[in-house]
């Protein structure tokens, strides 16, 4: 089973940045694309941005310039820098995880979410 904990949303005025990051734990043989989601009320989850084991990154295209996805393979993190926030980043932004552990072989993982609000 893989956990992952994400920290850093909040309050943000537009043109202001957020960073955000989440930890993965538990019995965990490999992580292989990490990513990061956002979902605003009334909306489907839609993909922010992801990045695999060897550092090739994702992003969408509303985001693109503005967002920056990293990763730590040894601490096992992935974060995401968001500058230039406008309204519309308004979301909850869950943190993803494709995984390899002994009990589940490759399964997806969310974490719980972290409410990212962009207002003046």
């Known amino acids: 089973q893989v956990q992952l904990v994400e920290s850093g949303g909040g309050l943000v005025q537009p043109g202001g940045s957020l960073r955000l990051s989440c930890a993965a734990s538990?019995?965990?043989?490999?992580?292989?694309?990490l990513g990061w989601y956002r979902q605003a009320p009334g909306n489907q989850r839609e993909l922010v941005a992801t990045?695999?084991?060897?550092?090739?990154?994702n992003y969408a295209d509303s985001v693109k310039g503005r967002f920056t996805i990293s990763r730590d393979n040894a601490k096992n993190t992935v974060d995401l820098q968001m500058n230039s926030l406008k309204a519309e980043d308004t979301a909850v932004y869950y943190c993803?995880?494709?995984?390899?552990?002994?009990?589940?072989?490759?399964?997806?993982?969310w974490g719980q979410g972290t409410q990212v609000t962009v207002s003046s």
């Open positions: 993803n995880a494709l995984a390899l552990t002994v009990v589940n072989g490759v399964a997806n993982y």
């Open positions: 538990g019995s965990i043989d490999r992580l292989y694309i």
């Open positions: 990045i695999t084991s060897v550092g090739k990154t």
